[in-house]
């Protein structure tokens, strides 16, 4: 057991190394007050989020590991699939690699056992390469 633990430590730990530098955390103001959720890059300017991350507010701060602040405007908001694109008014850290993650087709759903605390939505979720699957 202690070496499939070992092992599984490992890819998480790449995958972190991978993924944590185009993963930014947001922070948002609506009327209603104060909010936060995280956001991955997908572009030189664009960050994908969860809708209700940014639900009431027009536009939002991420912040990166590296310390590199931007802001950004909300777009657009599908709350139907719960997504959001920012676009940054600066361009932003390089994304990760992209891609299909096992060929797998499941329509219109990605089904994830992570846990919901306050920051965690939208945020990335890899595989073991460390491409975004959802």
């Keep these: 057991m202690s070496d499939e633990l070992d092992a599984y430590s490992a890819v998480v730990t790449r995958v972190a190394r991978t993924v944590l530098p185009s993963v930014a955390s947001l922070a948002v103001t609506t009327a209603r007050g104060a909010g936060a959720g995280s956001a991955s890059v997908i572009g030189t300017d664009v960050l994908l989020t969860s809708a209700h991350v940014v639900a009431g ?10 310390g590199t602040q931007v802001v950004a405007d909300v ?33 219109e759903v990605i089904q994830t056992d992570a846990a919901l605390n306050p920051g965690n939505s939208g945020g990335v979720l890899a595989d073991a390469a460390g491409r975004m699957v959802g």
């Design 75 to 107: 777009v657009g908001r599908d709350p139907l699939s719960d997504l959001a694109v920012l676009r940054a008014g600066e361009p932003l850290p390089p994304p990760v690699a992209l891609g299909d993650a096992a060929g797998l087709v499941v329509d």
């Design 57 to 66: 507010a027009a536009r939002a701060t991420a912040a990166f590991a590296d």
